[in-house]
């Protein structure tokens, strides 16, 4: 049972101080209006407070209710608080909560930087509110630093104008899969939830392209909703010499790694009898991830739909149908209303009153059927970039007399865009990731605390 000092008179917005005691084997809380333990004043007057005893259930609940960071405050408050704050199941219950009730969800965006004062392949990203579009936090990890990437470029043995930048793979419910956009052998790969400020290293794969050459690698991150568990998936294309055949074949190698047993499983490689050139964007869903590659060695336009399921572990490819895919505006594959989707870009069909049209085009066992179609405004150059949780779609806007790229949100039922404070860089491609705030990786043990460079650097480098 837990003690809550309160007052029996409130100011309309209090502003609350916890603070914890033990009393034997029970703890009591007391929420304070003010400095003083004992009473309230204002002006000429006094509130003299009272205990209220509440359960340890409903305690519970009322800590679900709250955001990361005054969890991990109140985890510091007493041992009992922060065993009750990191158990698996809180965490679980927690997110839970939050994707239920749509809050504290964010946006991820890499913004422009000044290349005369940073270094314009180094990557910057922010956190910023989805309701407000307000800066919340500017996202720092150690592969981002100038430090890191010196200590890349000594792994790597580079130059750091040669070295690649770190880049963000994916999000799945707080967690972020980082890397090199070019992941080679000694690449990190890394996952983060930038909300506790910890991240897990994961182990070196063994790289298909350590014998042969490999010229793209994309990964995926997701949870499985069977399996209870957190999967990472790599996929990697490169070119084999089979003994006494001259001719270069091409095949696929796929590696999926496993939080729980903190541990890769190779894949069967397969052949193929194209070449193709994978999006580095992926959509996941229901522990599937999607991918869509073109085959460069074709003479039009032909793209392939590639996912790999991590409950089964099964790989599959097929076309895309050729009257979706001969488009000029571009393609892209995105979740969409809790499902795969397929938004052809189409800018030459557009009217006098807009800007043309998105063809959402919906993936039902290796089939497409139109599901929608987005009519874009007629002001400035929209470029899809996925949707928001509440399926708002996130473009950035060009205008016709502006050089800077910014962020918008389209309504496709109302048609209203909806200009956000957020610019985007002009020079590199875009990335905007949706981002769920969570307690994901808090009761991990093999974390790494993200201001501690010193363990940084050992967990790096043994």
């Not at 004992?38 to 409903?58: A, C, D, Q, T, Y």
């Not at 990890?141 to 890349?152: A, D, K, N, S, Y």
Request: some cysteine; proline content about 4%.
């Amino acid at each position: 049972m837990y003690q809550i000092q309160t007052t029996t008179k409130m100011s309309k917005q209090p502003l609350w101080v916890i603070q914890f005691k033990c009393c034997q084997t029970l703890s009591q809380v007391h929420l304070e209006h003010s400095s003083s333990c004992h009473s309230l004043r204002m002006g000429n007057k006094s509130w003299k407070s009272s205990p209220v005893f509440i359960s340890e259930e409903i305690l519970i609940e009322i800590l679900l209710r709250l955001p990361v960071k005054s969890l991990i405050r109140f985890s510091c408050v007493s041992k009992s608080w922060r065993d009750v704050i990191r158990s698996s199941s809180f965490i679980t219950n927690h997110l839970s909560k939050n994707m239920t009730r749509y809050s504290n969800r964010y946006l991820i965006a890499n913004y422009p930087v000044d290349p005369s004062t940073v270094e314009p392949d180094l990557c910057q990203y922010n956190l910023y509110s989805s309701e407000t579009f307000e800066q919340c936090l500017k996202l720092e990890h150690p592969l981002w630093t100038t430090i890191g990437r010196f200590e890349q470029c000594l792994r790597l043995k580079c130059s750091l104008s040669t070295a690649s930048r770190c880049v963000i793979y994916g999000s799945s419910n707080g967690l972020l899969c980082i890397s090199d956009s070019d992941v080679v052998t000694q690449s990190p790969i890394c996952i983060w939830n930038p909300s506790i400020r910890k991240f897990r290293i994961l182990p070196q794969p063994t790289l298909y392209h350590l014998d042969h050459y490999c010229f793209d690698t994309v990964l995926s991150v997701g949870s499985h909703p069977v399996l209870k568990d957190y999967k990472v998936v790599m996929l990697q294309c490169f070119d084999v010499v089979e003994e006494g055949d001259l001719d270069v074949k091409i095949a696929l190698g796929v590696q999926v790694y496993t939080f729980s047993t903190n541990s890769w499983k190779m894949n069967e490689v397969m052949r193929l009898d194209w070449d193709w050139k994978p999006c580095a964007k992926c959509a996941v869903l229901n522990g599937i991830s999607y991918w869509l590659a073109e085959e460069v060695s074709a003479e039009a336009s032909v793209f392939r739909i590639l996912s790999f399921d991590t409950g089964n572990e099964e790989f599959e490819h097929f076309r895309v149908p050729e009257a979706i895919a001969n488009v000029d505006g571009g393609l892209y594959i995105e979740v969409y209303k809790d499902s795969i989707c397929l938004l052809e870009v189409d800018y030459c069909s557009c009217e006098d009153d807009d800007g043309g049209h998105i063809y959402v085009w919906l993936l039902q066992e290796q089939t497409f059927n139109l599901l929608q179609t987005i009519v874009l405004p007629s002001s400035g150059t929209c470029i899809p970039l996925g949707f928001t949780m509440d399926n708002q779609l996130l473009v950035e806007v060009l205008e016709d007399d502006d050089d800077n790229y910014q962020l918008a949100l389209f309504a496709p039922e109302s048609k209203q865009l909806l200009r956000t404070p957020i610019l985007l860089p002009v020079h590199t491609r875009s990335q905007v990731h949706t981002y769920n705030e969570s307690l994901v990786l808090l009761d991990d043990e093999r974390v790494i605390n993200c201001l501690d460079s010193k363990e940084y650097r050992e967990a790096l480098y043994g």
